[in-house]
């Protein structure tokens, strides 16, 4: 089992930053890409940004330039830096671990609001 404890959302204005921080704790012996997701409104839950084992880092098409994903594999949390916030990014993000078995875990969320 794994463990996941996201922080730091909260409320921005437009053009604002905020930096969410995960903590992963357990199993982590198998733990695979790790990463951060959202769920806009009448849509699927979406690829915010992760990074997998070997360090390689993906981000959904719509933070590219803005978010920076950061993950410190000896103390295993991962970061998400959001930059240039805009009102679409508000969202509950969520942070996944995924084992090489094919498991995933799911953190509870940290709420973001961007406001114009």
């Known amino acids: 089992q794994v463990q996941l404890v996201e922080s730091g959302g909260g409320a921005v204005q437009v053009g604002g930053s905020l930096k969410l921080s995960c903590a992963a704790s357990?199993?982590?012996?198998?733990?695979?890409?790790m990463g951060w997701y959202r769920q806009p409104p009448g849509n699927k839950r979406e690829l915010v940004a992760l990074?997998?084992?070997?360090?390689?880092?993906r981000y959904g098409d719509s933070v590219k330039g803005r978010f920076t994903i950061f993950r410190d594999h000896d103390n295993h949390t991962i970061d998400l830096y959001m930059n240039s916030l805009l009102p679409g990014d508000s969202d509950v993000y969520v942070c996944?671990?995924?084992?090489?078995?094919?498991?995933?875990?799911w953190g509870k969320g940290t709420r973001v609001t961007v406001s114009s």
């Open positions: 990074v997998t084992r070997f360090g390689v880092e």
């Open positions: 357990g199993n982590m012996r198998n733990v695979g890409d």
């Open positions: 996944k671990a995924e084992n090489r078995f094919g498991v995933d875990y």
